[in-house]
Structure formats: structure tokens, C-alpha cells
């Protein structure tokens, strides 16, 4: 494979708490793996170490391309990253948010603003400041974002979060669309989430 991360021992402390301990791990572009595990079990500590957002207590995370290792700087580059903890800026407009986001990363199949706002179903929200979306509309918003992002990695935190039945049907013909040849990881209690997963992943066995 092209592209892998690779958890050598890792384990996160906070404070006087191991969060997750001894994970030795890897993973390969074009497979997808489920993080599952309860509430308040470590799945988010450990996407964001996946993302080289938070360094290990202990261990270490490499990433690396054709073999090749990755400067830990240069990763943001080959990932997109949703989760509920992460802001959208409220005083953009739909339309400007994603144009936005273009300016740094090119989207999958040569997506267009316009081809975008379609695939929310939001033609009618095009010039709506997002600060006025419900918190359905935001999930959705930042899911089209990451997941027709062109970046090998995608790294998805709890995606069906504030999502109603339609809206999770939608995240899976999303997903399931835009997940050829991508490294992707799921951290999520919910089932639906990671249905399309090649593996499962249980947090709980790394307590």
C-alpha cells in the first residue's frame, strides 16, 4: 500500500489517566476501519492522534507514503477531519464556507461550489449565513466538506451526529461514493456509522 499511519506502543495520559494504553497499530490506504467503543472511552483522544493533532504520552505515530516517512507538518495536507468539536465559521455564507475550504484543498472529481451545495440539497440555503443553519444542516455541511475533500486519509468523528434517518441515509451514499482508494477510520457508538467498514477497532481493549 501507498499510504499508511503506523502506532508504535502508543498511549495517551491525561493528567493522572491513561485514556487509551499500548496501541500497536497500522493502517493501510484502501481500507477502512470502525474506532468503537462507549462514551468517554478514548475514540476521539486516539482519532486525534491519528490526525497528528495530539502527540502520544507515550509511543509514537509515523505516517508514511511509498515507504517513505512523512514530516509529522506536512500531514495536514493528506487528511480531511470531521467531528462535532470542530467549528465551521458561522459568519461565512454556505457558498463562501466552501469556497473557502477550496482555497486549500481541491475537492474529489473536480467538484464544483455549485456541484456541492447540490449534493447537500441546500440550493436554496446558497446565500444563508451558517451562524442560521440548524445543527442537522452544520453536521451535513462538514461532512461534504471532508469527505469529497481529494485527500487520501479521512478521519470521521461520531459523522452521524445531530443527523435525523434521511440525513444518515444521505452520509452513507456519501461515503460510500467517495471512499475508493482512501485510508478512512469511523470513531462512533453507532452502528450505521461504520457499517461500510473493512475492520473494527475496540477501544476497550486498549485500557
Known sequence: MS????????SKRFKREWVVKNISHQFQEGQSYAISGPNGSGKSTLLRMLAGYLTP???KVKFFQQEKPIDLIEVYQYLSY???YIELIDE???IEMIKFHRQFKQFQEDLSPSNLIELLGMKS???????NFSSGMKQRLKL???ICTN??????????????????????ELIN???ENRLIVVASNVPTDFEFCDHQFKILDFK
Request: aromatic share 8%; no cysteine; charged share 25%.
Open 3 to 10: 499510504l499508511r499511519i503506523e502506532l508504535q506502543d502508543v
Open 57 to 59: 504520552s507515550k509511543g
Open 82 to 84: 470531521a467531528a462535532p
Open 92 to 94: 461565512f455564507s454556505l
Open 125 to 131: 440555503s446558497r446565500n444563508k449565513p451558517i451562524k
Open 144 to 146: 461534504v466538506l471532508n
Open 151 to 172: 485527500t487520501p486519509i479521512l478521519l470521521l468523528d461520531e459523522p452521524t451526529s445531530n443527523l435525523d434517518q434521511q440525513g444518515m441515509a444521505w452520509y452513507l
Open 177 to 179: 461514493r467517495f471512499r
